[in-house]
């Protein structure tokens, strides 16, 4: 794995372009994850909702979408561009998402992911944990369905 220094920003919807290219790139169209640009303009505009922008060499190549409500936060959408896949800058989101949650006094965050991504192991790794899984919450293209799995972790 190389890594790179990932320079992290706040977004806005100054930067609905850039997630959109993000997003078709990301997102694998076989499992309908991806949301649409009125999805993201909508989720924006809900107080407790903040969007974190990962950068290399300038050039936006994530970005992690959270919502907090009270003392907890949801995940919402985290996706890298293939090309800067394994080069730190999931890690790097995950990591300012954490320290966004501890600044606002949130103690658990949590997600949801398909069972068989490969960002399982990113998650893993930063510490969450399974609490949950919905079977066959995922449909692919091909009609076959998924589990979503459940994910949390404590903010330190």
């Known amino acids: 794995m190389s890594t790179a220094a990932v320079d992290l920003r706040e977004g806005d919807v100054r930067d609905l372009d850039r997630i959109d290219r993000i997003m078709a790139d990301a997102f694998d169209p076989r499992w309908g994850e991806a949301w649409t640009r009125n999805q993201v303009i909508g989720i924006l505009a809900v107080p407790g909702v903040w969007l974190t922008i990962a950068e290399l060499n300038g050039s936006a190549v994530g970005f992690a979408l959270t919502r907090g409500v009270l003392d907890e936060a949801e995940l919402l959408l985290l996706a890298v561009a293939p090309e800067a896949r394994r080069r730190g800058v999931g890690a790097a989101l995950l990591r300012a998402v954490m320290a966004d949650c501890a600044a606002r006094k949130i103690s658990r965050i949590h997600l949801e992911v398909r069972a ?9 790794n930063s510490g969450f944990s399974k609490i949950g899984e919905r079977r066959d919450y995922y449909r692919g293209v091909d009609g076959r369905t998924y589990s979503a799995l459940t994910l949390h972790r404590k903010i330190a």
Not at 116 to 124: E, P
């Open 116 to 124: 068989g991504n490969d960002a399982i192991k990113l998650y893993r």
